[in-house]
């Protein structure tokens, strides 16, 4: 991939980032009746937020002053029990849910050096609806529990969190968004969404071991390429009548909810994932659309070349905030030594490209590590030996 020449030395990009990023954080007031109150985070996390918390990551400010090329890409990983005892992710959090197993694949996790864990948790399980039409959100019901100690094995064991909200159609009431001509039939259901944001954000607005609220996993590639897709609650987003307008309005209205909550967290959602099978340029089709919803854009890739594509990724210096790879590996992802060699031809592009982490797909697919003995496969040796980013 031919790449271009910056037109700013990175000390200057700091020093306008900075600036930049000063005057646009609003700082957090009194602290709230309902947000916690945690115990510091390990070494290795206060790095990632010193670096991420003025999120230009290729370049940091040190305590001395001095700006430090970090060079390379924060190493990261998805994490959800999509297979585990034939349980899908909007059940792990909950009836399957198995303390003992997420605090040893989180030491694993450590030993991998990884710094960011992407956990999908189909938040549905954890939310309380009143039945009826017109029916909602009421509260966390107990898995919520099950969350806390997520973050609190995330502490232990140095990594921070991207929380995904919504698992597509496995974890989101389309109806909320059902529309006649862009007239909501069912207005309720989607504020009680936004409720449901505002108390998530405020009950972790101290939590040191979360990075970012992730508000729903390729949403825009759902719309455009299956909208009829089945196993939706509420329906499909054809049957709702979702378009990527409608859609847009959610997403911006979620990020402001939980930034009046936190201004300092940091929001995002994966804008697509680009299978072969799938158009590329999705990012760029949406990244202006998008740009009032996120602090940094989210994307994905699966090939077996570990190419982010031309017209995915065609003028990255030309945008305005930070991209992670927060999904990637082999279009035959399943298998460990053709996915290994995959996510290593991703990071090394992630790193020429200047993209600031690498999230391969996924710790408990038995790619990356056997989910039952723990065995590492070639991915998790992969994952290891990559330079540590932070």
């Known amino acids: 991939m031919k790449m271009k020449t910056p037109k700013l030395s990175c000390v200057w990009k700091a020093v306008a980032i900075a600036f930049l990023l000063d005057s646009l954080i609003i700082p ?6 309902n947000s916690k109150v945690l115990p510091s985070m390990g070494a290795r996390a206060e790095q990632v937020q010193t670096i991420h918390s003025s999120i230009e990551a290729s370049v940091r400010i040190s ?11 924060l190493k990261g990983i998805n994490y959800g029990w999509n297979k585990l005892d034939g349980s899908w992710i909007n059940t792990w959090l909950s009836t399957k849910w198995n303390e003992t197993k997420v605090r040893s694949d989180f030491v694993e996790m450590q030993k991998m050096g990884v710094s960011l864990v992407r956990v ?11 039945p009826g039409v017109d029916g909602g959100y009421s509260g966390f019901n107990r898995y919520i529990s099950n969350v806390d100690s997520l973050f609190e094995i995330a502490r232990k064991n140095d990594v921070q969190i991207i929380l995904n909200i919504h698992f597509a159609e496995a974890s989101f009431h389309w109806d909320s968004l059902f529309n006649i001509d862009g007239k909501l039939l069912r207005p309720n259901l989607r504020e009680s969404y936004l409720n449901m944001m505002r108390d998530l954000a405020l009950r972790y607005k101290d939590e040191t071991g979360l990075y970012a609220f992730d508000l729903f996993n390729e949403v825009y590639s759902l719309i455009d390429l299956n909208p009829d897709q089945t196993g939706c609650i509420g329906g499909s987003p054809s049957e709702n009548n979702v378009t990527v307008e409608i859609m847009h309005d959610y997403l911006r209205d979620s990020y402001q909810t939980i930034k009046k909550a936190d201004p300092n967290r940091l929001v995002t959602f994966e804008v697509t994932a680009n299978h072969q099978s799938s158009p590329v340029g999705t990012f760029y089709k949406y990244r202006q659309l998008i740009e009032d919803c996120v602090d940094y854009y989210q994307v994905g890739a699966y090939n077996n070349n570990g190419i982010l594509a031309e017209d995915l990724l065609p003028d990255l210096d030309q945008v305005d905030k930070p991209v992670i790879l927060g999904e990637c590996g082999a279009s035959e992802f399943w298998l460990p030594a053709i996915n290994a060699e995959a996510l290593q031809k991703f990071w090394d592009e992630a790193k020429a490209l200047g993209i600031k982490a690498v999230l391969p797909w996924s710790f408990v697919e038995d790619n990356i590590i056997d989910s039952i003995t723990h065995e590492w496969k070639e991915g998790a040796f992969t994952i290891q030996n990559w330079p540590n980013g932070n």
């Open 28 to 33: 957090a007031t009194a602290n709230l009746s």
């Open 63 to 73: 305590s001395s002053g001095v700006i430090v090329d970090t060079n390379y890409p």
């Open 120 to 130: 999908f948790s189909g938040f549905e399980q954890c939310i309380n609806w009143t």
